[in-house]
Antibody, heavy 120, light 107 residues
Framework: QLQLQESGPGLVEPSETLSLTCTVS??????????WDWIRQPPGKGLEWIAT???????YYNPSLQSRITISVDTSKNQFSLKLNSVTAADTAVYYC????????????WGQGTLVTVSS | EIVMTQSPATLSVSPGERATLSCRAS??????LAWYQQKPGQAPRLLIY???TRATGIPARFSGSGSGTEFSLTISSLQSEDFAVYHC?????????FGQGTKLEIK
């Protein structure tokens, strides 16, 4: 059974960089059939797609966040990561990692999510 | 960007009754519409894709319909475990867009 697990600091200071890692188990991140994504959910709000990466290094970014985000993959560790810089309180959210099916923007497996609070 | 609008924001229904949730897209997304269920403290779970196809392991009481800009999710006889938040998502075009969610609560 595929599992995804997010990890990273739960508290980040304003203007600093948010860094999260997703560890994939029960399957290979190097499968050509899947892409890997970050999605977030601010408190009381809807889901927002952030970024996508394929193990080959192909990336897609949400245009509204593109200037501040970097997504990367480490196939040797079966992990992918997100960096979001210059954070503000508006970046406070539960961050999920997810698997995308065949590059079709459909998400079939999700991690449990991790709450990141931006505050001093 | 395609704006996805879900209604109502909250729906109160008694167990055993039918619930119908709506999702509207600001432009046509054909049938590339998915529904996710999210319980408190849990990740979203894929319920329906291609507007009407149930994902693996999803009970038959969940059904989806619609195409173009108007979609609905129907739960035929609500069980206690069905009370949750439901999100719709279009995947017809990039970037993928989600609705704000409908909270299905016990009446």
């Amino acid at each position: 059974q595929l599992q995804l697990q997010e990890s990273g600091p739960g508290l980040v200071e304003p203007s600093e960089t948010l860094s999260l890692t997703c560890t994939v188990s029960g399957g290979s991140i190097s499968s050509s059939d899947y892409y890997w994504d970050w999605i977030r959910q601010p408190p009381g709000k809807g889901l927002e797609w952030i970024a996508t990466i394929h193990y080959t290094g192909t990336t897609y970014y949400n245009p509204s966040l593109q200037s501040r985000i970097t997504i990367s993959v480490d196939t040797s560790k079966n992990q992918f990561s997100l960096k979001l810089n210059s954070v503000t309180a508006a970046d406070t959210a539960v961050y999920y990692c997810a698997r995308q099916v065949s590059g079709g923007w459909l998400f079939d497996y999700w991690g449990q999510g991790t709450l990141v609070t931006v505050s001093s | 960007e395609i704006v996805m609008t879900q209604s109502p924001a909250t729906l109160s229904v008694s167990p055993g009754e039918r619930a119908t949730l709506s999702c509207r897209a600001s432009q046509s997304v054909s049938s590339t519409l998915a529904w996710y269920q999210q319980k408190p403290g849990q990740a979203p779970r894929l319920l329906i894709y291609a507007a009407s196809t149930r994902a693996t392991g999803i009970p038959a009481r969940f059904s989806g319909s619609g195409s173009g800009t108007e979609f609905s999710l129907t739960i035929s006889s609500l069980q206690s475990e069905d009370f949750a938040v439901y999100h719709c998502q279009q995947y017809n075009s990039w970037p993928p867009d989600f609705g704000q969610g409908t909270k299905l609560e016990i009446k």
